[in-house]
């Protein structure tokens, strides 16, 4: 880690959120008394230890167990411990490198913490070597609380509204503190304060081509029935449109929401991403709940009936409604 913790969360590499995995890995050498890399069968071990004071974390250790695969597992979804080797250290031997030139190195990567800590924390790289033990401990870092939920704090829109017609919403970022309390606060400070929220129209106006695999995950809007827009859409990789905002100390404002048709309970939904990886809900939550489409007959193109996920807040619905034309006019001007 770096000699001081940055204060802006976008250069956070090793002070992460609880159950982030850190950007970077720890590197760690083995040298003996002539200054020589050995590179013998010895055994690191890794532990966490505050950085100042004390603290009785009761959370756990995890690195990857698949170090070859790190592309498709770079983050915690809260699956099974053949991803994640979860205990109160971590222990490498030599030999368990990245690759063969890594120089004498041991990589602990793809590491994480289970909990958020109260005091800044360091680690404490041990090894037994020609009958001693040798320590050596890293500069601090910090596990910040992660997102527990996005919550819907305020918004211009009432139960109808004209086509075109700009509406708002505000919306934060929440922690539980302690966990399983109940109770949510506002996450103002770590990477999670500043997480990608994502405005789209509610799932189920929508026709999508489901993706092949058996959880129904979706790649592609076929149409959509309601049509969102304002000076911020844009259409994402599924063409899907979206306003896309970025939380500020775990808040986010959306000025210029409008809809360009006439329809009846309609809902918006607000998916709460990663930054560094926008199709990465926080927290890790995927609920959605299918239904066959109408012109559906292979079960590909389906339709979101409901989202339950706390990574989601979903709008009350409202109306849409068209203006009336009340009189046509045409101006004539006298010429020559």
């Known amino acids: 880690p770096p000699v001081s913790i940055p204060t802006d969360p976008l250069l956070l590499m090793y002070s992460v959120a609880a159950h982030d995995q850190q950007l970077a ?7 003996d008394g002539n200054g020589d890399i050995v590179e013998d069968d010895v055994t690191i071990t890794m532990t966490t230890i505050p950085a100042t004071g004390s603290e009785n974390y009761t959370g ?5 167990t698949r170090i070859y695969s790190e592309a498709g597992y770079r983050y915690w979804n ?21 690759n063969s030139s890594s120089n004498g190195e041991v990589y602990f990567y793809r590491t994480l913490h289970t909990l958020a800590t109260t005091v800044n924390r360091k680690y404490q790289f041990t090894a037994e070597y020609n009958g001693s033990t040798l320590t050596v401990e890293s500069t601090a870092y910090r596990v910040f609380h ?40 506002q996450l103002t400070e770590g990477p999670h304060s500043q997480l990608h929220i994502d405005c789209y129209v509610h799932y189920r106006f929508k026709l999508i081509l489901k993706g092949r695999d058996s959880g129904g995950n979706f790649h592609r809007i076929i149409e959509s029935n309601v049509t969102l827009a304002g000076a911020d859409v844009i259409e994402n990789a599924k063409f899907d449109l979206m306003i896309r905002k970025r939380a500020m100390m775990g808040e986010a404002i959306f000025t210029d929401i409008r809809i360009l048709d006439d329809m009846q309970d309609v809902q ?24 066959d489409g109408p012109i559906s007959k292979s079960k590909l193109l389906d339709t979101i009936n409901t989202v339950d996920s706390p ?13 009336l034309m009340t009189e046509l006019r045409m101006d004539v001007t006298d010429t020559d």
């Open 268 to 291: 918006l939904n607000f998916t709460q991403t990663m930054a560094v990886f926008p199709w990465e809900r926080r927290p890790f939550s995927y609920t959605e709940q299918w239904y």
């Open 78 to 98: 809260g699956s099974s411990t053949d991803r994640f080797a979860c205990q109160t250290s971590v222990q490498y031997p030599m030999g368990y490198r990245q």
């Open 311 to 323: 990574a989601v807040a979903v709008s009350h619905a409202f109306n849409v409604t068209a203006s």
């Open 146 to 185: 992660e997102a527990s939920m996005v919550h819907i704090v305020s918004t211009s829109l009432g139960n109808s509204i004209a086509i075109n017609t700009p509406f708002n919403f505000t919306l934060q970022t929440q922690y539980e503190d302690p966990p399983s309390s109940g109770n949510y606060t």
């Open 60 to 64: 756990l250790l995890c690195t990857g």
């Open 25 to 31: 890995p720890v590197a760690v050498q083995l040298i």
